[in-house]
């Protein structure tokens, strides 16, 4: 399975971040009631030093998925993670087998405490799948029939890599698993390509490579997932030390470089030292009190305009990839009519070739019938002409006239007695062989007709 992370970090919102204690203490009324707080905290024996720094971490894991096959990483896996996070003081936001609906539920859960920690931590188990340059995480009943289904129906990585930035330091770790779908889905990438901008402290990891092959996703990141929960479970850890754990051997795809921070919490800042007790009036407390409930305010208001603008981009991302696709099906169809008609005008010429061929073939065969039958009219002709007539035919005074003529052309000097015998037949030999005809003895019709007309 493919997975492709499109960094979005030109449009990444500027980070929230809380009001600075210096701009709050540049308030007088602010500094008397900070003041004043001490005073009540010392009073009645409560520490009062500075928060510690915050760490925030997002798990969602999921193994059983109803159109699709099992994630072989599993819920175990995710339970582990939680535990060594929170080992390590993190406020952890779980989801486990999240649907959609509860997925983004928990994601804006996770976005308030990611605003303006130390260290955002973002862990996800399960299948994925990218399209139009986008990595994704599959809910357990996502179902998709397109690729662009993709934007409304799963949780973009990189929506989810923007709401980490938020912190200071920030990782996204991705352990995928191959839904291995039923049925193709077009535009769906079978290959994870990572395109994208490096942003200092901020990093997202895919736990596979274009080296891995597809039938060894799932190995590859179950190796990593152990050995991402090893390393996070040391006291010692950090972001660092639990990203080169999980991306050991190029078997992961990463973008962006962490900061060396360490995952445990650091203990409380030192208590500020003790103001001596004095008489403070109180009256600016309400006033800061509605200064930080306006501050709450516009960030919440900050956040929601955010996530609208998130999911507007979402949908002029899907308008825009089904545009695409219109064109695509329009300028395939064009494609496809344009080489049917070509197919159509080849088709047609060739008809018409074969119908002239036809016709030549057709007059060839007339004209060789017409010379056949010349042929044979000749053949007829000559062999008509070679047929003697009957002489018993012959009266006595054609007889006569027979020897007449060939005595007279010189070929006879027998008696004229209308008997044709050896003489005469010598006669016909001779006017034959004068001829050039066959010497036969024997008049042919020709013969016997040029005979008479001789000497007329």
């Known amino acids: 399975m493919s997975f492709e992370f499109q960094a979005a970090v030109k449009a990444n919102p500027t980070p929230l971040r809380s009001v600075p204690p210096a701009s709050l203490l540049r308030n007088w009324s602010s500094r008397i009631s900070w003041m004043v707080a001490a005073l009540a905290a010392l009073a009645i024996g409560l520490p009062t030093g500075v928060l ?12 059983d998925y109803t159109p699709l096959s099992p994630s ?46 130390d260290l955002a931590i973002a862990v996800l188990i399960g299948h994925g799948a990218s399209t139009g340059g986008q990595t994704f995480f599959l809910p357990v009943n996502t179902s998709i029939s397109r690729s ?5 129906r799963a949780l973009s990585i990189a929506s989810i890599a923007q709401i980490t930035e938020r912190a200071k330091a920030s990782g996204v770790f991705f352990f995928v698993t191959n839904p291995a779908w039923p049925d193709l889905v077009p535009g769906l990438d079978n290959r994870p390509t990572v395109r994208g901008e490096e942003r200092p402290g901020h990093f997202v990891m895919l736990s596979t490579s274009p080296s891995i092959p597809v039938s060894q996703i799932d190995n590859a990141s179950l190796q990593a997932t152990d050995d991402f929960i090893a390393a996070i479970s040391k006291a010692d850890a950090t972001l660092a030390s639990a990203l080169s754990a999980a991306e050991e051997g190029g078997r992961a795809v990463v973008i962006g470089k962490p900061v060396d921070i360490a995952l445990v919490k650091p203990p409380p800042a030192p208590e500020p030292p003790p103001v001596a007790a004095a008489p403070a009036p109180v009256v600016a407390a309400p006033g800061a009190a509605a200064g930080e409930k306006k501050l709450e305010a516009e960030r919440e208001a900050r956040e929601k305009a955010e996530t609208e603008a998130a999911a507007e981009r979402d949908r002029a991302e899907e308008a825009r990839l089904s545009a695409q696709k219109a064109q695509a099906d329009v300028a395939r169809a064009q494609a496809e009519a344009a080489k049917a008609q070509a197919e159509a005008e080849r088709a047609q010429a060739e008809a018409a070739k074969a119908q002239a061929q036809a016709e030549a073939a057709k007059a060839e065969a007339a004209k060789s019938a017409a010379e056949a039958e010349a042929v044979a009219a000749r053949e007829r002709a000559r062999a008509s002409a070679l047929i003697p007539i009957n002489e018993a035919d012959l009266g006595w005074s054609q007889k006569r006239l027979v020897q007449e003529k060939l005595r007279d052309l010189g070929h006879y000097r027998g008696p004229i007695d209308a008997i044709i015998g050896p003489l005469t037949r010598q006669g016909i030999m001779a006017m034959q062989r004068d001829r050039g005809d066959p010497v036969t003895g024997y008049l042919t019709a020709e013969q016997y007709n040029i005979l008479l007309t001789s000497g007329q």
């Open 72 to 117: 072989r990483i599993g819920l175990k896996k995710g339970e582990a993670v939680v535990a060594a996070l929170r080992q390590q003081g993190f406020d952890v936001v779980v989801s486990t087998s999240p649907t959609n609906a509860t997925s983004r539920a928990k994601l804006r859960e996770f976005a308030d405490l990611a605003n303006g920690a």
């Open 148 to 152: 662009t289904d993709l934007l409304s």
């Open 52 to 63: 510690a720094a915050e760490r925030a971490a997002f798990v969602v894991a999921a193994e």
